[in-house]
């Protein structure tokens, strides 16, 4: 995606977004969910569950800065999840948390991959962890051999323009490719098949965070009453929810992609 590649500088800098930055801070917050959809439902990453997982880390972060100044005194720093032109998973690694796995998602050794990354960017100096050293997938390709639209097309590579979650979420054009009907598995919003499917997300447990609990209705709206639903109620309804990146053109838009010829 044509994004990632502005403000490399950035990326690799973090003295650039917090000057005079001294150490990185990576926190994980999982949010693997106790309750499921009901398997005739048009399928939501796991992730969309509940509330938008940035306003929820955002406060996270910024209580957690706060604790650190009362305890600490003045000192500069910066919180980020997915926002800014941070590389979480990179910087994860060197936080000792995990490797980066062959469908691109860092994985935990106890905890699977089922949690969001965020990244405090401080000028506190720290004593550093290790940098994980090891790559545990070993010759499994689950993830690769399980994705339907290809996207994984080399170890930890992932083509964006040909994942679910690119194709249902960030595409903002009218129409998804013809090449990829018979390939969405009844994807609405994002995609967890790759997740799925790692053995390693057999440590994965249920998370305890109210915020990202389910909202109430989404994980049982059939086809058609998602298709029924209007812009305003819509609105109302995912205020607070990532699936309100897609909007609601976005939403309908794949769920007429999804519907039998």
């Known amino acids: 995606m044509g994004y990632m590649e502005r403000h490399f500088d950035l990326r690799i800098d973090p003295t650039k977004l917090v000057p005079g930055a001294k150490s990185v801070i990576t926190v994980l ?4 969910p106790e309750e499921q959809q009901q398997t005739d439902t048009p399928k939501i990453a796991k992730y969309a569950y509940g509330k938008d997982y940035h306003e929820v880390i955002r406060a996270k972060m910024n209580e957690f800065l706060f604790l650190l100044r009362e305890a600490l005194g003045d000192i500069d720093g910066r919180g980020f999840v997915d926002s800014a032109p941070v590389l979480e998973r990179s910087w994860a690694v060197n936080s000792g948390l995990g490797w980066v796995a062959k469908n691109g998602n860092l ?7 089922y949690f969001f990354i965020a990244t405090l960017i401080t000028d506190l100096e720290l004593e550093y962890d290790d940098p994980f050293a090891k790559d545990y997938c070993g010759s499994c390709r689950r993830c690769i051999d399980a994705c339907p639209t290809g996207a994984i097309v080399s170890p930890s590579v992932v083509d964006g323009s040909r994942c679910i979650s690119y194709l249902t979420i960030e595409l903002k054009e009218e129409l998804i490719a013809p090449e990829f009907r018979d390939k969405m598995e009844g994807w609405m919003f994002g995609c967890d098949i790759c997740q799925d499917v790692c053995p390693w997300n057999r440590f994965a447990r249920p998370h305890q965070q109210e915020e990202l609990l389910p909202i109430p209705q989404l994980l049982n709206l059939s086809t058609a009453e998602w298709e029924a639903m209007d812009e305003d109620t819509f609105r109302t309804l995912l205020k607070h929810s990532p699936l309100k990146r ?3 053109k976005g939403i309908q838009r794949n769920l007429r992609f999804l519907a039998p010829e």
């Open 29 to 32: 917050l999982n949010y693997f």
């Open 107 to 113: 994985i935990h050794k106890q905890a699977g991959s």
């Open 246 to 248: 897609s909007k609601w």
